[in-house]
């Protein structure tokens, strides 16, 4: 908009007299006021007319003053742009080169504020998530159906859950506090880090997805959604936000119900347990918006049989943290009871840790398991 604003200049007091140009300015700014003002008053009359009819009337009608109000919509909307073009002109180089340095010196400040609310996360989700993973890898398919297991193996390893996660973190701090643009921010995250790990674990379709040109949401329910989510609760300001966020980071490849409702039902637990919510709280929470939570531990352990979809993965680890009495023994409860272990314990830790915090013993022992690339992207 600037660079053809300052083409539009250019035109006009290339070829006009400064008197002339004055007088293209004048007209410029009463046509697009006047074309504005006209807008304004047709929108309100066509707002007016629809309330009498829906409220007093009560008659189908009043939908008819919507239709009305469109061409009214049109005239702010390009009296808007017209009023735009005639503030701009004849503002010398000089005039906008310092109006452009005032938007820069604004957006510095805001991203220096931004970085310094980000130096003060605690980031304890993440590191709860990216220790469950870690832990959970060995026991992917070879369950343990115990809590008596070494916590961390040789052998164990981070997978695409945790690629995921820190690539979703990334995206919500590239916004810098801005969501508009967060699902795109997300796909070039999620492509850009994912590429770098291909032999990480993806699922055959999410890993031509990060692979694609073109990447599109596949209807997936997979519990991909809720495994990558938990950077959305440290973001957020309120419940409402973080089902908008937990949305947009979501349905850019899994965008079935069961999908974007894992992914939901996961950020908004842990934000809950952020805020210090106590567990009843929580459960309530969940039964009464997502999933009924009545299982029996035993009997999980006994029954529970590998799955990648989030309706049976996602209240499954919630209930593995509700139960547990501690941080380590959330870990230990959700690779007892088998099934999809890395995940599971990722969306249960990730409460976990937002709710009892993260051992530094064990968040340490976690992360010495990251490359540089992925540490540089949590510590950073």
């Known amino acids: ?138 026991y992917e398919f070879n369950n343990a159906r115990t809590k008596q297991f070494p916590l961390f193996e040789d052998d164990c390893k981070f997978t695409d859950d945790t690629v995921m996660t820190l690539a979703v973190y990334q995206a919500l701090k590239d916004c810098k506090g801005d969501y508009t643009d967060l699902s795109k921010k997300t796909i070039e995250c999620m492509q850009r880090i994912g590429r770098q790990y291909k032999h990480s674990g993806y699922g055959s379709s999410f890993y031509h997805w990060i692979f694609s040109d073109d990447p599109k949401a596949y209807q997936s329910y997979g519990n991909g959604a809720a495994m990558r989510v938990s950077a959305v609760a440290l973001f957020a300001k309120s419940i409402e936000e973080v089902k908008e966020l937990s949305c947009k980071v979501t349905e850019v490849s899994h965008d079935h119900p069961e999908g974007l409702k894992g992914a939901e039902a996961t950020a908004c637990a842990i934000f809950l347990a952020r805020k210090g919510k106590k567990k009843d709280e929580i459960k309530s929470f969940i039964e009464e918006n997502y999933y009924k939570l009545d299982y029996d531990y035993q009997n999980l352990v006994d029954t529970y049989t590998f799955n990648e979809t989030c309706q049976e993965t996602v209240p499954q680890a919630i209930y593995c943290f509700l139960i547990s009495k501690d941080f380590e023994d959330c870990l230990r409860t959700t690779i007892s009871i088998g099934g999809d272990s890395d995940t599971l314990a990722v969306i249960s830790c990730a409460i976990a840790g937002a709710y009892y915090g993260v051992p530094k013993k064990i968040e340490d022992r976690a992360i010495s398991f990251l490359d540089q690339t992925l540490k540089d992207i949590l510590l950073n």
């Open 1 to 138: 908009m600037e660079s053809y604003l300052k083409k539009i200049n250019d035109k006009v007091k290339a070829k006009h007299t400064q008197q002339e140009a004055e007088k293209i300015k004048k007209r410029y700014l009463i046509a697009g006021g006047t074309t504005l003002g006209l807008g304004l008053a047709g929108f309100v009359s066509a707002f007016i007319t629809f309330m009498v009819l829906f409220l007093v009337y009560e008659t189908d009608e009043a939908m008819i003053a919507w239709f009305v109000a469109i061409p009214f919509i049109l005239m702010i909307v390009a009296g808007s742009v017209v009023t735009r073009i005639g503030d701009m002109l004849l503002r010398d180089d000089k005039i906008m080169e310092v109006e452009k340095e005032k938007k820069e010196a604004k957006q510095a400040i805001k991203n220096k504020k931004f970085e310094k609310k980000l130096d003060k996360l605690d980031k304890s989700p993440i590191i709860g998530a990216i220790v469950g993973d870690v832990a959970g890898s060995v």
